[in-house]
């Protein structure tokens, strides 16, 4: 796993290398490190310092606006001034206000992220938490430059990220909610703004102990209400006029007598710009709609609240006409009908109110009648006190919703507050009117307040730091506002003065008096007090204030007028009777019985501001200022002229050179000393002694001169930014190295992890494996020791009836007996091998053997062939005549007895003749001895079927019928002579014949089964007596010697002497 994060030292570029990428060389002194140590320094170069106090040339304004054109072209719309936030609208979503972005910014040193409002608004919010001291974050700029939009995410922020109250979190719903409704009534398109306050704001977040928004108020300053009846060219009326046209349902605006189209609406159409493409009212309508439901509007409420709306917009449709007297007459009865239901007034009473005015005279009342013009202009009085009351109303309902419901619980005293001020910013028109001069008098106001608390603190840093405080020139603009706000001798005074003095007082004898009274002001001029070449740019009934932030030239028309806000007393009268809640709550009647003439709108905006300025002086301040780039909204352009401008009025540069009078940088040792710690062996790891001195090692360490910087009593102050950027380039290349050793250390740590769970799961694989074993071995053993047990028990008893003890060993006997008899069978018929069987199986035993034996048998018989079958079946004739008679037999046993032992061929053919068709089935060649004189003579014996054949060469010399033949003898010695008996009253045959074969045993057997006399053959001890013919008998001994020998014996016998044998 190969993690890498790429720092920059400016901070911005935070770069996580992809894990999956090959490693990239970051060992110290490698190419890695330069690569990476050049490119971050590049990296500064390209999109400036996050901090203007780094500037090198902090005194020049080109360089100033350079480094902020190098951070909007990439898109860092954020740079400090030490804790000042400066911010440029980028007029596109740079997708940095997500959840993440907030996460990145909670609980982190300002210093140690790139400058962000979040930023701010987590360090404003931890001071408010652990200091426990009211903050304010005041949002300055012109109009367009992103005041409003950083109030809200800063609201998002605090809505989203801090600890939800106990009481659910329907307070933070309520504060991120009336941001909508107070924008339609109070925002309205211009030309610098599409969505441009026209009052201003004053918000405090209340937080219970715990750091939960429980709470909020809000302060409102002088609507613009001048908008409702008039607006310039390519300027709206406030949105919510539009919002209800386009969204209202058909019902609703049925109900409110009203057309869909703002064109049928005079108050609408006087800027000719009804329609905005960056404006979608129907949608805006719905989230109104929505958001006042969540503020606690009833049904009820809304319904008023729109009714006043619509009566606001039907009230200009009113016409008059004069009649013969030039006396006005209003000609539009349905508006004035609509306007009587919708502001529940009487409708003779409002017709009158509109076209009269009352006046006291000696104590009477008279009703003047109006003419044209007056009357047009007491309507318009009236839309506009509608208006702005109704708005006054919609405030105090939102902070009647927004009030903390415990505010009577004791926790309530341990809240703290946040205010967040989003008033309008310095304006400058074509025509400047009364309007303009209060809202540049009141920037005015903020920026001295800016200056002074800046200014201040930075003093007081010094002073509690204990360092020489240096005196920095900056311009004060003090000398303004009190040309403004002095008492007697201001512009305001002045203008009051001249509203409230009996005669004909007009705006021009107002612009007189100022001349008289002011006229040696620096930073006042009129056309009768400018040189001749500057009088040409001012008009006669107008005067210019040279503006902290730049020359403003006001028109004095209408300065009077706006400044009473008169409304006839009777159109007072009508609307105090109105039925419609809101507005009976607007219009009081005491009004009427007080007889003080109430305070003119200067000095009531003065007062406030006053007290404004009091309620920012008594909380922790901090600072965004925010520029706008360019006039056009367009994103990426960056107008140099309009923002030096800007630069120069907010006293940006003014607020730099404060900030580096003395030192560039500052932290806190603790700070200080965190981050750069790993640069000096001493403080690397931990520096165990005070933070201050291990901060004095390490800048000894780092080689810092004594001019490069002084040691506070809790901070460090360095005087030049290059010092600290040498400082943040050995830390940059410190930390390379120091990642790499973390990575091994982490890879190292991983691993061994990794191993040690490789470890630990291989050893419990293991010992469960064992364990198996071990137990398989245990039952094994087990359950031998209990067969063999079972065994020496079963054979103890091996002789006592079947019982539990010994059954198994009996069924083990007798199984193995079964088993083994297998391997044990006998091989062949002639193997009487059979195992003892145990006693019970005996029986068995025994079927089992007779059916072996049977089955061999069969198996055996069904293997011989016929031949075979044949010689087997002569070969036990042969054994049954002469086994255990003849001495010669054992030794024919072995051999084979042939089927003939002489071939066809060598049968004379004349035989064969002479012999017919009797088959020939034995021919064997033998001895004859004559009858006489024993005689031996070659002959062949011929078995036919019928008959035995003695043949001499070509001739049958005897044939000896089988009905003849009626017995064979021979000896039972080991000679092979044998005797054919013949039948002796046959005549054709000469008597017996004494004959002699080789194969005497195959021939005899042969003869014997041919003629069927097997029992026939006699087997004689001694002699044979034969019949040599008729009446005649010869006899052969026979007697046993070492050679056989066949000689004619003395006696006339044929004596025979037989070899012995081994076997006798
Ligand atoms: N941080 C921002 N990111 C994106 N767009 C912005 C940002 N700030 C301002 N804008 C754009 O600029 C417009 C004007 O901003 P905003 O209404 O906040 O100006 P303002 O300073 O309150 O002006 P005014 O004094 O007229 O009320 C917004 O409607 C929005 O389109
Ligand atoms: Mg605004």
């Known amino acids: 796993m190969a993690l890498q994060v790429e720092l920059i030292p400016t901070g911005e570029i935070i770069r996580v290398v992809h894990p999956h990428r090959p490693p990239c060389k970051l ?91 979040f930023a701010v608004a987590d360090t404003v919010y931890r001071a408010l938490r652990t200091e426990r001291r009211d903050q304010a974050v005041m949002i300055s700029g012109e109009s367009g430059a992103g005041k409003t939009e950083a109030t809200k995410r800063l609201l998002q922020f605090y809505a989203e990220t801090c600890p939800a109250p106990e009481r659910g979190g329907a307070v933070r719903d309520r504060l991120l909610q009336s941001n909508p409704v107070l924008e339609a009534f109070g925002n309205a398109k211009t030309l610098r703004n599409d969505n441009s306050s026209r009052f201003g704001k004053y918000m405090d977040v209340q937080f219970d ?20 009846v008039h607006q310039n060219h390519g300027e709206r009326n406030f949105h919510i006029f539009y919002q209800l046209l386009e969204g209202g349902e058909e019902e609703t605006l ?62 200009g449709n009113i016409h008059f006409a004069a009649d013969e007297e030039s006396n006005a007459q209003v000609t539009t009865e349905n508006q004035l009908k609509y306007l009587t239901r919708l502001l529940g007034v009487e409708g003779s009473t409002l017709r009158e109110a509109l076209t009269h005015r009352k006046i006291i005279a000696n104590g009477e009342e008279l009703l003047s009648p109006l003419n044209l013009e007056q009357a047009a202009y007491a309507r318009d009085a009236l839309a506009k006190a509608v208006y702005s009351r109704t708005f006054t109303w919609l405030v105090e309902k939102i902070n009647r919703s927004l009030a903390s419901k415990d505010a009577e619980s004791p926790s309530w005293r341990s809240t703290t507050v946040l205010g967040l001020l989003d008033i309008y910013g310095f304006e400058v028109f074509q025509h400047n009117s009364f309007e303009q001069f209060c809202i540049n008098y009141c920037n005015e ?47 305001i005074s002045i203008l009051d003065e001249e509203c409230l003095r009996p005669g004909e007082a007009t705006d021009l004898t107002f612009l007189e008096k100022l001349e008289d009274t002011v006229k040696h002001h620096p930073h006042f001029l009129t056309h009768k007090l400018a040189d001749q070449r500057t009088r040409k740019s001012l008009g006669r009934g107008e005067f210019r204030l040279l503006h902290y932030a730049g020359e403003v030239t006001y028109n004095v028309t209408g300065f009077l007028d706006k400044n009473n806000d008169l409304l006839f007393r009777n159109l007072k009268e009508t609307m105090c009777s109105s039925k419609n809640p809101i507005m009976s709550q607007c219009f009081d009647r005491s009004e009427l019985s007080d007889k003080k003439r109430p305070e003119t709108v200067a000095t009531q905006f003065k007062m406030s501001l006053l007290q404004l300025v009091e309620i920012l002086k008594s909380k922790e301040p901090a600072y965004v200022r925010c520029i706008k780039p360019n006039d056009a909204k367009q994103p990426g352009r960056f107008d140099e002229v309009l923002i030096r401008h800007q630069v120069k009025y907010l006293g940006l ?49 780092l080689g810092y001169k004594p001019e490069e910087y002084k040691m506070g009593r809790t901070k460090i102050f360095i005087r030049f930014p290059k ?160 086994k255990g008679k003849k001495d010669n037999y054992p030794q024919s046993v072995p051999r084979l007895f042939i089927s003939t032992r002489l071939g066809t061929d060598e049968i004379s053919p004349k035989v064969l003749q002479a012999l017919g068709s009797e088959p020939i089935q034995y021919a064997v060649p033998v001895v004859k001895y004559d009858r006489k004189g024993y005689k031996p003579r070659s002959r062949q014996l011929l078995l036919t079927s019928s008959a035995v054949v003695i043949v001499e060469d070509a001739k049958v010399k005897q044939r000896i019928d089988y009905t003849n033949l009626t017995g064979i003898s021979v000896s039972s010695l080991s000679d092979s002579l044998f005797v054919l008996h013949v039948q002796r009253e046959d005549n054709k045959q000469k008597g017996d014949v004494v004959l002699q074969s080789d194969h005497v045993i195959e021939t005899l057997t042969k003869t014997a089964l041919s003629a069927d006399r097997v029992n026939n053959v006699n087997i004689n001890q001694g002699s044979i007596t034969f019949a040599g013919g008729p009446g005649r008998d010869g006899v052969i001994d026979f007697t046993p010697g070492s050679e056989l020998l066949i000689t004619k014996a003395k006696n006339g016998h044929l004596a025979v002497v037989a070899p012995r044998l081994n076997s006798r």
């Open 445 to 491: 106001k903020l920026q001295q307040l800016f200056i002074e608390l800046t200014l201040k603190s930075e003093q007081e840093e010094y002073e509690a730091e204990g360092i020489a405080w240096e005196p920095v020139q900056y311009f004060n603009n003090k000398i303004i506002c009190d040309l403004v706000e002095e008492k007697f001798k201001g512009i």
């Open 723 to 882: 010092t600290l950027f040498a400082t943040e380039d050995a830390l940059e290349v410190r930390r390379q190295s120091l990642a790499t050793k973390i990575q091994a250390a982490w890879r190292g740590f991983h691993w061994r992890q990794k191993f040690l769970r490789v470890k630990r799961s291989a050893i419990c694989i293991q010992s469960w494996w064992r364990g198996t074993l071990g137990r398989r071995k245990a039952a094994k053993r087990k359950w031998a020791a209990q067969t063999i047990r079972r065994f020496i028990h079963g054979f103890i008893l091996r002789h006592a009836p079947r019982c539990p003890e010994n059954a198994f060993f009996l069924d083990h006997v007798r199984t193995s007996f079964l088993l083994n008899l297998r391997r044990q069978l006998p091989r062949n018929i002639l193997d009487t091998s059979w195992p003892t069987p145990p006693p019970a199986l005996r029986e068995a035993s025994d079927l089992l053997r007779e059916l072996c034996m049977k089955n061999m048998v069969w198996k055996y018989c069904r293997s011989i062939s016929p031949e075979w079958k044949q010689q087997l079946q002569q070969k036990a004739v042969a054994s049954e005549i002469f």
């Open 254 to 315: 049925r109900r409110l007598g009203l057309e869909r189209s703002p064109q049928s609406y005079l108050y609408l159409v006087k800027g000719q710009c009804a329609k905005v493409s960056s404006i979608n009212d129907k949608n805006d309508w719905k989230v109104v709609r929505k958001a006042l439901t969540v503020i606690d509007f009833t049904e009820d409420e809304v319904e008023e609240l729109l009714s006043i709306v619509a009566s606001v917009l039907h009230l």
């Open 209 to 228: 102990f715990k750091g939960a928004p429980v709470g909020g108020h809000i302060l409102s300053y002088l609507l613009e209400k001048s908008r409702v």
């Open 27 to 117: 060992a110290l002194g490698s190419d890695g490190v330069r690569v990476t140590m050049e490119s971050a320094l590049t990296a500064r170069d390209r999109v400036g310092v996050q901090d203007f106090v780094l500037l090198e040339n902090f005194t020049s304004e080109a360089a100033f606006i350079e480094n902020l054109r190098r951070r909007f072209r990439e898109n860092l719309i954020y740079t400090y001034i030490g804790p000042v936030l400066v911010s440029v609208n980028p007029y596109r979503d740079l997708q940095i206000y997500s959840r993440q972005h907030m996460e990145r910014y909670r609980g982190v040193s300002f210093y140690e992220v790139p400058p962000h409002l």
């Open 653 to 701: 540069m003014e607020n730099l050179r404060v900030r580096r009078a003395g030192f560039a940088y500052r932290r806190k040792y603790e700070t200080f000393l965190q981050r750069y710690k790993s640069l000096c062996p001493e403080t690397w790891p931990m520096w165990a002694g005070r933070p201050q001195d291990g901060v004095a090692v390490l800048v000894r360490h």
